[in-house]
């Protein structure tokens, strides 16, 4: 054991003094000039070094550096600076007077890939006729970074991409290793803040940079993040996944494959591409089993006119109100880009409502979004909301034709908070338009006309055909069945609906069921959620005993006159002028007879010249 010992001693003590021996024999700031060269004639770039180098020799062999910048030919700033560079070598080239570079890491960074860093013809090269391509020389072939290793951390990323906004990546830890055949693998962490959001981004890939830059292929086994901030879900959104992603140089396309990530509860898989030219063309093919819209999206409040509900949403965090921004049009995004998307989903849920087979198909050509097809299945029935969304002029224009089969009503004013009871199978064709699609925009400033076939329907609060019934108790001996329900139930109710910025009228309104028919019309204020609606109620069943007062309340249509306030609704039912008619009618007829049975008296005579003034 002691000689086991012993021996490890003086293998330390060799170590250590050939490394003291090798500090004081080669001096590190020899290989400055030379590392200088090498990085200006493998790629063009400018490598600026501050202060002395110096040696480092725990836990590895290195070359310690001051302030270090990396500069592009040509550009105005610096791609890369740092504060601190190490330089891990291998210790036998040394011997020789060689550098032998194993892994690079930069401390404190701030990697700029803007306008500025980036790197400019000069004025006075040969410019290629378009159209034509210079073959490629074999050695172009091969990923330039040649270093076994790459670490970054404690650094910074901006990006910015022409007149765009910046985004800025802070605390960046990187580790990359490669082999000989530049296959390597990434460690990357970082954290984005933007617009009040800040999003944690952690990803392992591995990569195939072989052919590069004209061919690249990344497997990013492991991704995981998450986004909170303003305007986002109290909890914030978080998830993880994985997958393929490919870069084809010749032809500007980043494509990916493989796709597959989780969103709070709700999942994403599919494939697509971009082509990055001047306007970029995106191609998405997106597959989901479950999409929660309500855990991902804030929906905006639903302003009510008596205050008492508002919309089921989050507590969210506002953003500021910054003056540059006012005045900036919606959809704008859509004008950057041209792009398809078909997607399909298993389920999803948007405000409340779990819809089922959703299928989106959607084309943008530089800001006219044409919808095809958005379609799914609701509470049994079935709907579809094809249209377009025009952004390109200062006032955005979407025209949207809906089309609805056996809805159930109840869910859709449930989800946009109208305070209506009403239950019922909705079928309607309509063509609407508007500027922002949005709900409260919706109630205020949107147009258009349909037709509604309402099935089943249940209104709660009053009872047409009770309302008429007592009303005709109270004015005669004529009674009707006992009824304590509070609701109007139809069979079947029609109408056409017109929409003028938060005025809904309704026209040839007609319903029916065993027990009673309607008529009417009206309108429905969305804004200020109040009404002014006027039925004509023709009670045919539910009366006791026979006669010609029944007989006449079956075959005569009652005024019955709702308004007011959603929440308070006040009506006005005219029963007694059609009583009073009535008996009128009765009178004159009974007269009438007594009047021809006389007709050759004087009495008859008067009564008849009577009757015939009236």
């Known amino acids: 054991m002691r000689r086991i010992l012993t021996t490890l001693m003086i293998l330390l003590v060799v170590l250590i003094a050939g490394l003291s021996s090798l500090v004081l024999l080669v001096n590190p700031n020899d290989f400055r000039s030379y590392m200088v060269k090498q990085v200006e004639d493998r790629s063009g770039y400018q490598l600026q070094l501050d202060g002395s180098l110096r040696w480092h020799v725990w836990p590895r062999l290195s070359i310690l550096s001051g302030r270090m910048a990396l500069t592009a030919p040509g550009a105005s700033e610096p791609l890369v600076r740092a504060d601190n560079m190490r330089l891990d070598v291998s210790l036998l080239p040394l011997l020789s007077h060689q550098l032998q570079v194993q892994q690079v890491m930069l401390k404190g960074a701030v990697i700029q890939l803007t306008p500025q860093t980036e790197a400019i013809v000069a004025q006075n090269a040969p410019v290629a006729p378009k159209g034509t391509s210079l073959p490629q020389d074999a050695q172009e072939h091969g990923w330039s970074f040649d270093i076994a290793g790459l670490q970054v951390v404690d650094s910074v990323l901006v990006f910015q991409h022409e007149d765009d906004e910046q985004i800025t990546v802070r605390d960046i830890r990187l580790q990359m290793e490669q082999d000989a055949r530049h296959q390597a693998t990434i460690d990357f962490s970082g954290r984005i803040n933007r617009d009040q959001r800040d999003l944690n981004l952690n990803i392992s890939a591995n990569l195939q940079a072989g052919d590069f830059p004209h061919h690249l292929d990344a497997e990013l086994s492991q991704i995981s993040w998450k986004l909170q901030g303003a305007d986002l879900p109290a909890q914030g959104i978080s998830g993880n996944g994985s997958v393929n992603a490919r870069w084809l140089d010749d032809s500007k396309t980043l494509s990916f494959s493989g796709l597959n990530l989780t969103a709070n509860d ?349």
Request: charged share 20%; net charge negative; no cysteine.
């Open 266 to 614: 709700s999942t994403v898989t599919g494939s697509g591409s971009v082509i990055l030219s001047d306007t970029p063309v995106w191609a998405l093919n997106l597959q989901s089993d479950k999409l929660n819209l309500d855990n991902l999206l804030l929906h905006s409040d639903i302003a009510t006119g008596t205050g008492a509900q508002k919309a089921q949403t989050a507590v969210k965090q506002p953003r500021p109100v910054i003056a540059s921004d006012t005045d900036e049009q919606p959809y704008q995004g859509l004008l950057g880009f041209n792009g398809t998307l078909m997607m399909t989903a298993n389920t999803v849920n948007w405000r409340g409502m779990p819809f089922s087979n959703v299928a989106i198909e959607a084309e943008n050509q530089q800001g006219l979004l044409r919808i095809s097809r958005l379609e799914g299945a609701l509470d049994g029935g079935q709907l579809s909301l094809p249209g377009t969304l025009d952004a390109r002029g200062q006032i955005p224009q979407a025209k949207f034709q809906p089309k609805l089969e056996n809805v159930q009503i109840g869910s859709l004013l449930k989800a946009f908070n109208y305070p209506i009871e009403m239950v019922g199978k909705l079928s309607m064709a309509g063509d609407f338009a508007g500027s922002v699609i949005d709900a409260n925009r919706f109630r205020r400033d949107w147009q258009g006309q349909g037709h509604i076939e309402l099935r089943d329907v249940r209104t709660e609060g009053l009872n047409f055909q009770q309302l008429v019934q007592q009303a005709v108790e109270r004015s005669s001996d004529v009674r009707g069945q006992d009824n304590y329900d509070s609701a109007t139930r139809l069979d079947i109710l029609t109408t056409d609906l017109s929409l003028d910025n938060g005025v809904m009228s309704f026209d040839n309104m007609k319903g029916e069921s065993t027990l009673m028919a309607l008529t009417g019309k009206g309108a429905l204020d969305l804004m200020k959620e109040e009404g002014d609606m006027q039925f004509a109620i023709q009670v045919i069943g539910g009366w006791q005993g026979q006669g010609k007062l029944v007989d006449v309340l079956k075959s005569t249509a009652i005024p019955l006159r709702v308004y007011g306030k959603w929440s308070e609704l006040n009506y006005s039912l005219q029963v007694d002028q059609v009583l009073r008619r009535h008996l009128q009618n009765e009178a004159k007829r009974r007269l009438n007879d007594w009047a021809d049975r006389n007709k050759d008296s004087q009495n008859g005579k008067d009564v008849k010249k009577f009757l015939n003034q009236q």
